[in-house]
Structure formats: C-alpha cells, structure tokens
C-alpha cells in the first residue's frame, strides 16, 4: 500500500512539474502563437537568483528563496516579451521561433561565460522539504505532496482566471482572434503580458520544486525540464490548456511506470521507451489528445 | 464626427483603398457601398488602425486617430462590428457582452447595459448563458452588434450587418439601426443590400476598385434609375443588390 501510493504521489509530481511548465507554453503559443523555446531560461533564471541570493544575501532562513525565485521567472518571462517578443509580435511564426532560440543561447551563455557557472553550484533547500510526513502509516515526502497541491492550486486559480475575470475571457478570446478583442478596447499588450506573467509565475513554481529536488543550479538545468514539457504540451495537443495539463499528467505517470516495469539493466532508457510511447500515440492522433489547433481551456466533450 | 482624407490602404503591392475622403456628421446614418472587393472592408479597418494606412488622416471629434491604436481609438468612442459577426465563440453570450464593456468601470453601468441589450434582443436573454458559437448566423450578429454597443460608442461602423440574413432578420436589423440611432448614435454602414441600405441612410459613398465613385444623398440615388444603374448596376424595380 505504501509502495503503491508513493508512486502515485510520485506521478502526480513529476507530471505537474510538466503540467505547469507545458501550460506556460500553451498559453503563450494560444495567445500570440509564439513556440517559446526560452521557457526553459526562465527556470534557469530563477536557480540562479536563488543562488546569488544564497550567496551575497545570506538569508536566515532558506525559505526567503522561493518567493525571490518565483518572482524572478516572472520578472524573466516579462523581460523577455518586452525586449525581445513585442519587436517581432506581427512578423511570422518563424522569426518569433528563431528569436525564442536567441533569447535561450544568450541567456544560457550569460550563465555560463559572466557567471563562469561551468559546474553545478549548489543552493538549499529548508530541511522540511527532503523531510517525510505519515499520514494513516504512509510515509510521504513533504516536496511531492507539495508539489502535487501546488500544481492542483495553480490549475484551480487558472480556470477560474480565464473563466471569470475580463483578462482571462480576453485571452481566451484572443487566442482565437486578437483583432476583434482589441476591437472590444482591450489593450493587445495587456493580454500578452498577463499570458507572459502566467507563463512566468507557472515556471516560478516549477523552478522551485526542480531546485528542491536538485539542491543545484547550472545553466542547462531548464533544458531537460522543459524538453519534457514540450513533449506533453505536443502529446496534448499543442496549445490547448487541457491537453497540457493531461500530456503532463500523462508523461508523469508514464514515466514512473517504465521506472516499475523496466529491468534494472535497461532502466537508463526509461525516457527513450516514454517518447516511443508518446510516439506511438501521436501516430493514432497526430492533432494530440485535445487538438484542436487554438484551442483553449474549457471546451465541450 | 467622423473626417477621413485622403486615406489609402495597401497590402503589399495591391492598393486596396485609393485616396478616399468621406465624412460622417453627428447623429448620421451613412451607407458606404460597393461590390466585392471594393475596398469597403479595408478602409473601415484602417479607421480603426487594424490595418495600417499607407498614406492620408483620420479625425474623430477633431482628434486625428490617424497613428493611434485601435484600443485607443475604441476608448475615445469609434468601434467596429466586423464582418462575419466575430464573436467570441468559446464563450457564453453573456460573457461576450461583458467583454463588450471591458474598458468601463462602472459596474452599475455596465449591469444596465446589459439589460437594456438583453431587452432590445430577447433571444440573448434567452441564451444568455450558451456558448455564443452555438447561436444561430442572425443570433450571432444580434450579439456582435450588441457587444459593440457595450463600450458605448458614439460612432459604430457595421460591417455588412446584414450578410448571410433571412430578409425577415435583415429587416429586424436595418430596424435597430434607426433604433440606435435615435439614441444618439451616429452610424457608418458597409452594405451590398444596397436598396434596404440607402432606405435607411441620409447620405451615400460608393466604391469601387479602391476609389471613392459617389457620394450623395441617399434619397437622390435611390430617385434616379440612371445613378443605380451606372454605380450599384441594380436597374429599375431590382431589390437588394440583384443585378438588374
Ligand atoms: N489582408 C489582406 N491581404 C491582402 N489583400 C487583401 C487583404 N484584405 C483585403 N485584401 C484585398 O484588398 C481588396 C479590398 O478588400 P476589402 O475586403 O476591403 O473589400 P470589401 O469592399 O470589403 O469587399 P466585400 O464586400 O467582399 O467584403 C481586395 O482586392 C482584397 O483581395
Ligand atoms: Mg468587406
């Protein structure tokens, strides 16, 4: 019983570390149709300021790092929509695209070559985090069920954002057709940033779990999180919301399945026996589980 | 209200609007006419700064909106029902009216509004709560104009409102549009239901080709055979743009 509900827990936070990151992409692409390759910047962002505010601010207590962290992957995704997406808003979906891979090599090198961040630096974490709770004689890691409240939290807030505020209706609206809703008085820029400040505060939170369970930064650390996500986002159908809250879920779970099932032997290629997987699936539905292109949140049936 | 001159619009190498000067007074119904491709949809666009001008100014109250954005030039009070209704489909009828008041801020206002909206089309009262995608083509347009009049404009500009209507629904819209007008409203209508059009307007601008060809009283087109023919090619006793 244990064994099998600390996997579920397992799942279900690995899986909403993916959901939140794979709802940041979708939302920004849904919004103005930008495949932001440097989502996983904003990660990286984040650990870093943690790191710098470990190291040159020392602060009493660890738990100071998560608010500065995830206001820091806010401040980031914002910057970068100001400085680099506002220029190339109305040009093509390519060179929003390439710009996105600007945005990631420079900000990847800033790390490596002005930080000189070569090897990982470590960061920690408040002790209560690696701690276990049990609950009715199960033990549970305090960062999983976090985790996994967290992701249930920030899901709740979104729907209930984009069901019943006017930015969330305007950016529903405006995923399927910007010009009539700035034709309503909403200003265009308004709706991109709060797509930009979502998708930030979303990787904000996944930043923190990622460097609670790492206890380290580099500048490559958003890659392999993000990849992830991108999988589910693709496996949902991209740019619908629910599809990348279930290809997150989904990837989650099905990672720690093949975790379970694979022999020790061949274990290391868990990722590879996912993507096959998800491959498999594509195949069958190549539009992804709620594709429909631009499709947003709460659609019927 | 309204000055427009000299304004052009090109997308690319094709020139879609040519130099065209038209003005709109206070409290006017004015039709603007022409066949497909005229250049109709394109200049109402570039009033409104969804498309850029390539060359000419816009005034709104004496205020040139000539480089002003669109949300900009919505909030000083000129909107657009676009073509094709645009509503917002994934939402409910009531949702689409309450992003229709976006810029407003007063809630009693704006709850007002939506009743007398609701009062003027029963049907969206009805469905207030439907995904509006599930509305019917006249329903839609019902929405679409009453989404635009939520920002309280005090000039509308209607983009073929009565495209793809029964005749029995183009009748019930044409009449809202003298209804708006009564209350003080000034009204800039693109049409090809060109009889139904000047019936209801005071004055006319035809286009064609991207050029403005006539403008006038609606009452001396509609008197002469010869002007219908040469500009609208609708001949004697023809209805609603059917070719004479
Ligand atoms: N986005 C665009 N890109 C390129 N050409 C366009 C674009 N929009 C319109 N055009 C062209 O500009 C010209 C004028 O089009 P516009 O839509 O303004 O005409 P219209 O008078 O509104 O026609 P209709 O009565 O069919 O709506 C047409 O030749 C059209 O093909
Ligand atoms: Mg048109």
Not at chain 1, 187 to 209: C, E, K, M, T, Y
């Amino acid at each position: 019983m244990d064994y099998v509900i600390q996997q579920v827990l397992n799942a279900a936070s690995i899986g909403g570390e993916y959901a939140l990151l794979a709802l940041g992409l979708a939302i920004v692409f849904s919004v103005m149709g930008l495949v932001n390759f440097a989502h996983g910047e904003i990660i990286t962002i984040a650990g870093f300021t943690m790191y710098a505010l470990f190291i040159f601010a020392s602060p009493t207590s660890a738990w100071w790092l998560l608010p500065i962290g995830i206001a820091a992957a806010i401040a980031a995704a914002v910057t970068f929509e100001r400085v680099a997406f506002r220029p190339v808003r109305n040009a093509p979906a390519t060179t929003g695209l390439l710009t996105a891979f600007g945005v990631s090599i420079v900000v990847k090198n800033f790390f490596v070559s002005v930080v000189g961040a070569t090897r990982p630096r470590a960061v920690p974490t408040p002790d209560w985090l690696g701690s276990q709770i049990v609950i009715g004689g199960v033990h549970i890691q305090t960062l999983q069920l976090l985790e996994a409240a967290v992701t249930a939290i920030a899901l709740i807030a979104l729907l209930a954002l984009l069901r019943g505020t006017n930015i969330g209706l305007a950016m529903r609206a405006a995923a399927k057709d910007f010009n009539t809703v700035r034709l309503m008085g909403i200003r265009a820029n308004q709706v991109v940033l709060a797509a930009f400040v979502i998708s930030g505060l979303l990787a904000g939170l996944a930043a923190v779990f990622i460097m609670a369970r790492r206890g380290a930064v580099d500048p490559f650390m958003g890659f392999s999180p993000v990849l992830k996500a991108f999988v589910a986002a693709v496996l949902g159908g991209f740019g619908s919301l629910t599809g990348a809250v279930v290809g997150g879920l989904a990837l989650g779970v099905a990672e720690v399945l093949f975790q379970i099932v694979l022999p020790d032997k061949i274990a290391g290629y868990r990722d590879a026996f996912v993507f096959l997987l998800v491959g498999a699936v594509l195949i069958l539905r190549p539009q992804g589980l709620f594709g429909r292109k631009y499709q947003f949140g709460d659609k019927e049936g | 209200m309204l000055v427009v001159d000299r304004l052009s619009v090109a997308y690319g190498s094709i020139k879609a609007v040519r130099e065209v000067s038209l003005r709109v007074e206070k409290g006017e119904i004015v039709a603007l006419l022409g066949p497909n491709g005229a250049g109709k949809t394109s200049l109402i666009s570039a009033i409104v700064g969804l498309v850029p001008s390539a060359g000419g100014k816009v005034e709104l109250d004496g205020t040139d909106i000539s480089r002003k954005r669109t949300e900009d030039i919505v909030r000083l009070g000129a909107t657009v029902t676009p073509e094709g209704r645009k509503i917002f489909g994934d939402l409910t009828v009531g949702q689409n009216l309450r992003l229709g008041a976006a810029v407003r801020r007063d809630r009693d206002g704006i709850a007002a509004d939506i009743e007398q909206m609701l009062t003027m089309f029963p049907i969206l009262r009805e469905r207030f709560a439907s995904r509006a995608q599930t509305l019917s083509g006249g329903e839609q347009q019902q929405l679409a104009i009453a989404r635009s009049m939520m920002s309280r404009p005090k000039l509308l500009m209607l983009d073929e409102p009565s495209l793809g209507l029964a005749p029995r629904l183009v009748e019930q819209i044409f009449g809202l549009i003298t209804e708006l007008r009564a209350k003080g409203l000034t009204l800039l209508v693109v049409e090809q239901n060109a009889y139904d059009a000047l019936a209801l307007a005071d004055r006319a601008y035809i286009m064609n080709s991207g050029r403005l060809q006539f403008s006038g009283r609606s009452e001396d087109l509609l008197a002469s055979d010869d002007l219908m023919e040469h500009y609208l090619g609708t001949g004697t006793g023809g209805h609603a743009g059917a070719p004479g």
